[in-house]
């Protein structure tokens, strides 16, 4: 769960183009509704909003020698690399039956394969 500042929809400052200045500030205003968490209001960081750990291991694919290195049932990530490299590794991963968390192998190589 994202926690986000109060308000940042009324102040440019903090704003929706401003993503660092977004982060969270506990409401500490005597009269303030999200602070007395009323209903209808974000909720407050507290206790319990801990997310699950992922208990796969995450690899970063740069080269055909990470991918070797990868399982089926860890989460698998394409690094920074250029077009060919990339082609070339996800060629190898369609062979190997292997998914990549953040890119669709199929689309991609409909579009640049064939170049």
Known sequence: MKFLRRNIGFHIRIGKKRKNRRVWRKP???DNKMRERRK???PLVSIG???KKEKRKKIM???LQDLGDAGKHDLIILGKVG???KIEILKKALEMKIGFQNVNIGKFLKENGSK
Request: charged share 45%; net charge positive.
């Open 28 to 30: 500490k205003g005597r």
């Open 49 to 51: 909003y801990k997310g």
């Open 40 to 42: 209808g209001r974000p």
């Open 61 to 63: 694919v740069y080269n």
């Open 83 to 85: 077009r060919k490299k």
